[in-house]
């Protein structure tokens, strides 16, 4: 009797009108091949980019796969890896009758990601500098999840503990306050003088060089205070490992999504109304494009 080869692995990404954000998707894709030659490998966008999510999914039936585990590219769980990538995939397998798939967990926090994030830190800061007196503020994508964006509080309160910062502020690009301003300002707020603005995104793109600019113009009327922007997460080692654990938890089942604070699930103040509600896919509104998602499906991610 033959083993089955194991499922094939689907990574799905958010999208972007960025060329460079998008091939640097298409790249790392191509680089988890390489590094899993046992392994099919394909990876598709929900929105704004080629390929779209079904084109990879097609991708992978014509190369005979039947099972595959999807792992979200995504650093929080918001409105596209709770309600988009779900519904995409339950479409999929209405067009490709036989298939079957697994869905992982999106990628943060996790440990070695806030190991890439301090290394990214040390390379924008004066090797003068002593920890004690650097402010970071780490800032989100934002969205109207209050659980995605307290996903973002949480990486910066994990990013701090035991790493020697003055401290670690939040802010967000869009969609959710403080914004990068109002951010900055709240560092000087706490006593910062020497303030390092970091990008909790995984790869360039239209909302990151957004974050740069917005600190550069604050930085250019705050001349007292030293800023400065360090780059984002990128093709790190770690981030191709851990897409491989989030895979392989999804392939055993083990996948320990956290629903407590989920607005879908739980009467969270000012939310009341989404509990149980079909969720409606959406678009974000500061990628640069006016992109709609066409129907409506109920919420259900993996438990």
């Not at 600019?213 to 030293?226: F, L, V």
């Not at 360090?230 to 654990?245: F, K, S």
Request: glycine fraction near 10%.
């Amino acid at each position: 009797m033959t083993t089955p080869p194991p499922p094939a692995l689907l990574v799905a990404g958010h999208g972007t009108r960025d060329d460079a954000g998008a091939e640097a998707f298409r790249d790392f894709v191509r680089e988890l091949g390489r590094r899993n030659p046992e392994l099919p490998v394909a990876g598709g966008f929900i929105e704004l980019s080629p390929p779209p999510l079904g084109e990879a999914v097609a991708e992978l039936v014509e190369r005979g796969v039947r099972r595959f585990a999807a792992v979200p590219l995504m650093l929080v769980s918001a409105g596209h890896a709770k309600g988009d990538i779900p519904a995409a995939l339950a479409r999929e397998k209405e067009r490709h009758p036989g298939i079957s798939y697994t869905y992982g967990r999106p990628l943060g926090p996790h440990p070695s990601l806030l190991r890439v994030l301090e290394r990214r830190l040390d390379e924008a800061v004066d090797p003068s500098w002593d920890r004690s007196e650097v402010t970071v503020l780490l800032v989100g994508r934002g969205s109207t999840d209050p659980d995605a964006n307290a996903e973002v509080h949480k990486a910066a309160r994990l990013l701090w503990e035991g790493r020697g910062y003055a401290g670690v502020e939040t802010a967000f690009v869009s969609l959710a306050a403080p914004d990068v301003p109002g951010g900055l300002d709240r560092c000087v707020r706490l006593g910062a003088r020497r303030i390092v603005v970091l990008p909790y995104f995984l790869f360039t793109g239209i909302l990151p060089d957004r974050v740069r600019r917005q600190t550069d113009d604050w930085a250019a009327a705050h001349p007292e205070t030293e800023v400065r922007s360090a780059d984002v997460i990128g093709p790190e080692p770690e981030l191709l490992d851990l897409v491989m654990e989030r895979y392989e938890e999804a392939v055993k089942g083990d996948l320990r999504m956290n629903c407590d604070s989920c607005v879908y699930r739980i009467a969270l103040p000012g939310f009341e109304d989404k509990v149980g509600l079909p969720q409606q896919p959406h678009f974000h509104p500061d990628d640069g494009h006016g992109h709609h998602h066409h129907g409506g499906h109920a919420h259900s991610h993996a438990h």
